[in-house]
């Protein structure tokens, strides 16, 4: 993809940058091969070619001693559960579900995915295109499968374009996600909270579950998904989202997105986790404020050989698919109702100030910020109003918060 494009779409978090996507990975469609967003008459000019002069005293100044001294870091590969755990917000839990369920969630998903579209939104004013498939389902419980304004949410999952109303969990689909429930509980249980995760409880008691799962299907070594992180319109802040693989390994890579604060003084690592199939990836709070992910294009394949067939008297063929589910939470408090809207009444999307959050060591002290921003560009052919605003939870009549529960400050 065109190198441009890319740091464009990569580059989402701040308020003005509302016309890029959250699900960033592109692929310019139809013909549009040598797409440059930013080619421009002048720049290419033969002035503009030519090379630009330089001072003698900036040849002759030795470069800035803070630069030089911050070692770059080497990728990380991140090849078990502790390692993960040490290293990012995530923890991974192998063989996660039964290996027949997981087989058999395998195969109806690729059987689903058959009707699958790839994700289209404008770039500037250009039509781009998911370099995979992707669907989302919302789950009979809970009460949200009834309500209507969710089909406006779940569209915002296709960046704002209008698509059919989710699908409902599938059968696999709902016992998986039983026991992914129990193991996202554990991890509550054993992790520090953040105050303005949410802070009520589920129906039979739970501190998170699963209403929602948006799906991705990535055929082949190049099918892919860019740097990004997710939106947290109705996640809300800290979200945990509990990401299952199944079928062909691909590498799951992460970078921190450093702190403006801190740019002189460290450089962003990129971890790379081999999600095998039945792995449960829990990206955990401030994985999507820290971090951004991304599943590349890869130079080989391990294709997959299924345990069990789709059918007891079919054969068991390789396959080159991986399918990701990722359950989430939209928390009652983020409710489409509630969504802001910008001037062109499109439902605004909330992230988080990824650069100007607080460095290492201060982020008890001071809390990130989050942005609501005009998300229209993404389908009104690259136009939109541009508005931004900071969320102020608590204005906004958000909570409850895990910060307001009683004892939540002694035990930080
Ligand atoms: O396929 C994956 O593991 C990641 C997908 C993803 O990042 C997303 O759906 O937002
Ligand atoms: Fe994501």
Not at 61 to 86: C, D, E, G, W
Request: proline residues 10%.
């Amino acid at each position: 993809m065109n190198r441009r494009l890319q740091a464009v779409a990569d580059s989402h978090q701040a308020p003005q940058a509302s016309t890029s996507s959250a699900r960033n990975s592109v692929s310019p469609t139809k013909r549009d091969v040598s797409y440059d967003p930013y080619a421009s008459s002048s720049s290419a000019s033969p002035k503009a070619s030519a090379s630009p002069k330089k001072s003698l005293l900036d040849v002759l100044r030795p470069p800035s001693p803070t630069k030089a001294a911050i070692p770059r870091l080497a990728p990380l590969t991140l090849t078990n559960p502790a390692m993960v755990a040490k290293h990012v917000p995530c923890t991974m839990h192998l063989n996660v579900l039964p290996p027949e369920l997981a087989c058999s969630l395998f195969h109806a998903m690729v059987q689903e995915s058959q009707g699958w579209c790839r994700n289209q939104w404008y770039l500037f004013d250009r039509m781009v295109e998911s370099p995979h498939k992707t669907s989302f389902f919302v789950r009979h419980k809970d009460r949200v499968e009834g309500d209507k304004s969710y089909e406006e949410a779940a569209s915002m999952w296709y960046n704002g374009r209008p698509n059919p109303p989710p699908k409902d969990f599938l059968p696999e689909m709902e016992a998986a996600c039983e026991i992914i429930e129990r193991v996202v509980s554990e991890q509550f249980a054993l992790r520090k909270r953040y105050p303005l995760e949410w802070g009520g409880k589920g129906p039979d008691g739970q501190l998170w579950r699963a209403n929602f799962a948006a799906s991705n299907c990535y055929t082949g070594r190049n099918e892919s998904v860019g740097f990004h992180s997710d939106q947290l319109t109705y996640l809300g802040p800290y979200a945990t989202i509990a990401s299952l693989s199944l079928g062909t390994t691909r590498t799951f890579r992460l970078r921190e997105t450093i702190p403006k604060e801190e740019t002189s003084t460290r450089q962003a690592q990129t971890f790379n986790i081999p999600l095998a199939h039945n792995s449960l990836t829990i990206m955990h709070a401030t994985c999507q404020e820290y971090f951004k992910h991304s599943v590349p294009p890869q130079p080989a394949l391990d294709v997959f050989r299924p345990l069990f067939p789709p059918e007891p008297d079919m054969p068991n063929e390789p396959s080159n698919i991986r399918i990701n589910l990722t359950f989430r939470f939209y928390r009652p408090d983020f409710h489409p109702s509630s969504i802001p809207r910008c001037k062109c009444n499109v439902p605004m999307i909330l992230r988080p100030d990824m650069k100007g959050r607080p460095k290492k060591g201060d982020e008890q002290r001071r809390e990130i910020k989050y942005w609501w921003t005009c998300y229209a560009a993404a389908q009104n052919e690259g136009k939109g109003c541009n508005l931004w605003k900071v969320m102020d939870a608590r204005a906004e009549g958000r909570g409850p918060f895990v910060g307001d529960q009683p004892g939540f400050l002694e035990s930080v």
